[in-house]
């Protein structure tokens, strides 16, 4: 179903990418960063298997992965597509609304498995420090903001 979406909608797939894109975007800019171990296993990460479900019935398996390895054949989705960037960050049970606005169909994350494979980020202690900063005052109000 996602395969044939995405094959039949070219044109109109590059403003919900878009969209999809800059939501990915102001959500990294509001991530935590955690230390693997510290990362509960049920949320969606690079290389997570994750399994989707449409009311009907419908279901998929796929593996997130960074736009490189990006393999619809192989059921490897990149984090900068459409769906990639919907559901980075989130957990078993959340709902997500894809597809156009003549045709959005509302997913559940039925599943997600982590896998051995591990993105590699090189931060530099700048990064780390100028990103706890910003997220300090939050942090230790816990303000809604995150």
């Not at 192989?74 to 003549?102: C, F, H, M, N, R």
């Not at 530099?124 to 100028?130: F, Q, S, V, Y």
């Amino acid at each position: 179903m996602i395969q044939r979406y995405q094959q039949l909608t070219p044109y109109v797939e590059d403003y919900a990418h878009k969209d999809a894109l800059d939501n990915l975007k102001e959500r990294m800019s509001k991530a935590l960063i955690y230390d693997l171990e510290d990362m509960p296993e049920d949320i969606i990460r690079m290389y997570s298997n994750v399994n989707l479900s449409y009311e009907s019935g419908w279901n998929q398996t796929f593996q997130l992965v960074p736009p490189h390895e990006n393999n619809l054949e192989d059921d490897k989705v990149s984090v900068q597509s459409t769906l990639g960037a919907s559901i980075i960050g989130l957990s078993e049970g959340d709902v997500i609304t894809y597809g156009l606005p003549s045709n959005v169909v509302t997913l559940t994350i039925k599943k997600v498995t982590q896998t051995n494979q591990h993105f590699k980020v090189n931060l530099t202690e700048k990064t780390i420090n100028d990103a706890l900063a910003k997220h300090k005052k939050n942090l230790l109000t816990q303000n809604s903001e995150l």
